[in-house]
């Protein structure tokens, strides 16, 4: 039978990973978990607050991606419980921890337009920072799952780039 602080170590450390650099990944998750969660608000924002002629196509675009970006929150705090740890589901530590702005007073569309392809970006580049260390760690399972959002979020780039052309 096992001791208290043996079970500790074995559901901290069960994928039997290097637990130093998945405590990195743990804190490089949560901290893609609050970006998720501010863009997709921004992005919210912009599917009730865009005005114009192109109102019916962005309108109906930004509901697509933010249900989009609403299933990949889901499946990334799903990841973090999987490799042991917890995800963080507070605003204020969302507000802390993302490196997007909230984003107000924004129904121009073109605006709200550069504002997704910006926001996509940055979630892109984090995403390829955070399944490096994953492979450094080898999760190849996270980095999998990061990879697969990789496709999703450059093709909705470029199709809102194309958008705005």
């Given at each position: 039978m096992a001791t208290a602080t043996n079970q500790k170590a074995t559901l901290s450390n069960h994928l039997n990973l290097d637990e130093?650099?998945?405590?990195?990944?743990?804190?490089?998750?949560?901290?893609?978990?609050?970006?998720?969660?501010?863009?997709?608000?921004?992005?919210?924002?912009?599917?009730?607050?865009?005005?114009?002629?192109?109102?019916?196509?962005?309108?109906?675009?930004?509901?697509?991606?933010?249900?989009?970006?609403?299933?990949?929150i889901d499946e990334l705090a799903e990841r973090i419980l999987m490799i042991g740890y917890r995800p963080t589901?507070?605003?204020?530590?969302?507000?802390?921890?993302?490196?997007?702005?909230?984003?107000?007073?924004?129904?121009?569309?073109?605006?709200?337009?550069n504002h997704v392809i910006n926001g996509l970006g940055v979630l892109v580049s984090s995403h390829r920072k955070t399944a490096e260390t994953a492979e450094e760690a080898g999760d190849i399972a996270t980095a999998d799952l990061l990879t697969k959002f990789v496709g999703d979020l450059e093709k909705r780039m470029w199709m809102f780039t194309m958008y705005r052309k």
């Open positions: 130093k650099v998945m405590k990195k990944l743990n804190g490089q998750l949560n901290d893609l978990l609050a970006d998720y969660h501010v863009f997709y608000q921004n992005v919210r924002g912009f599917h009730w607050n865009v005005r114009g002629n192109d109102f019916f196509v962005l309108h109906e675009k930004f509901e697509e991606l933010y249900t989009q970006l609403y299933k990949f589901h507070v605003y204020s530590d969302y507000l802390k921890n993302t490196i997007h702005k909230e984003i107000t007073d924004v129904k121009d569309g073109d605006e709200c337009v």
